[in-house]
Nanobody, 126 residues
Framework: QVRLVESGGGSVQSGGSLRLSCVAG????????MGWFRQAPGKEREEVGY???????SVANSVKGRFIISRDNAENRLYLQMNNLQPDDTATYYC????????????????????WGQGTQVTVSS
């Protein structure tokens, strides 16, 4: 059974840093793409970034230059280093995992986020 458990959330002041961690159980993190999402109250869920099975990474423009995604394959963990946090970063952050495959018809790589953690709250005060 696949399990994803996030930790590391908390409350910080604007400009502060937090490091989120997601431990994956029930499968090897090398098998699937892993990513971070967030959802603020009253807003839609937003993709923060991901690491694909080939090790390539992508982060949203809204956090580029401030957030870094990394993975520890030996411990099956995914990390999100968040620097220079701003009040707009306040949200519940979720870890997700799933397969990544090439869509030949559209010539794009696609990811399916089939598994989700319970989320960890990040609150940034001004």
């Amino acid at each position: 059974q696949v399990r994803l458990v996030e930790s590391g959330g908390g409350s910080v002041q604007s400009g502060g840093s937090l490091r989120l961690s997601c431990v994956a159980g029930g499968y090897s993190s090398l098998s699937w793409c892993m990513g971070w999402f967030r959802q603020a109250p009253g807003k839609e869920r937003e993709e923060v970034g991901y690491i694909d099975i080939d090790g390539s990474t992508s982060v949203a423009n809204s956090v580029k230059g401030r957030f870094i995604i990394s993975r520890d394959n030996a411990e099956n963990r995914l990390y999100l280093q968040m620097n220079n946090l701003q009040p707009d970063d306040t949200a519940t952050y979720y870890c997700a995992a799933g397969p990544s495959y090439w869509n030949e018809r559209d010539a794009v790589r696609e990811r399916e986020w089939n598994y989700w953690g319970q989320g960890t709250q990040v609150t940034v005060s001004s």
